[in-house]
């Protein structure tokens, strides 16, 4: 049931994330807009700029429980990776109580009071003349913090299994740390030079 629990938030995490992943698609081409009207054609657009942190901020909310549920956020580790799972666990799992949770549930709070107040004026941006609409990119901060907070549930129910079997329990993979490919080549390529050593 717990698994089926985690897995079903780390499904979702990774449903949303990857859906405002094409804002980095929206963006490139925005700015190869803006670029090409600026520097060729010198007729700037009114509305490049207001885009460009609309679109990233919308991304950068939402899809930071993706991150999370990858254990992808940066993290000071050089002690942490040498200590035993049921030590991190226990780590984390205090973390997660003193700062991760008030912080993650003030902000949902203030965001829905902030993102309310916006979105009954119909909030445009005071930054360019094109009067982007910007209210639905603070009503995105509730709806991401909220997010967050039920990745949070997850993990700390994996801190809790960790602590239990002295073993993380496994995540969704369909990324990957560079260190750990670089590191999986590396013991390849030593096994094969064993090998051929062995051979001769």
Not at 20 to 34: K, Q, R, S
Not at 96 to 103: D, H, N, V
Not at 132 to 144: D, E, H, R, T
Not at 179 to 187: T, Y
Request: with cysteine; net charge neutral.
């Amino acid at each position: 049931m717990i698994n089926r629990f985690i897995y079903g938030v780390d499904q979702l995490s990774k449903s949303i994330g990857h859906a405002f992943a094409w804002c980095i698609m929206i963006l490139t081409m925005g700015t190869c807009y803006e670029v090409f009207m600026r520097y060729v054609l010198n007729a700037p657009t009114s509305w490049a700029f207001d885009m460009s942190y609309t679109w990233y901020g919308a991304m950068f909310f939402m899809a930071g429980a993706y991150a999370l549920s990858r254990n992808g956020h940066v993290r000071c580790d050089m002690f942490y990776r040498l200590w035993r799972p049921r030590n991190q666990a226990a780590v984390e799992l205090v973390l997660y109580i003193l700062f991760f949770f008030p912080g993650i549930l003030a902000l949902a709070y203030a965001g829905w009071g902030y993102g309310i107040a916006s979105m009954k004026i119909l909030e445009v941006s005071v930054n360019s003349p094109a009067g982007v609409p910007i209210w639905p990119l603070k009503m995105l901060i509730p709806f991401g913090a909220g997010l967050l907070a039920l990745q949070g549930v997850a993990e700390v129910l994996r801190c809790l299994q960790c602590l239990r079997d002295d073993s993380w329990p496994p995540r969704l993979h369909d990324v990957e740390e560079l260190e750990k490919q670089l590191i999986a080549e590396h013991a390849a390529a030593e096994a094969r030079q064993a090998q051929e050593g062995g051979a001769r």
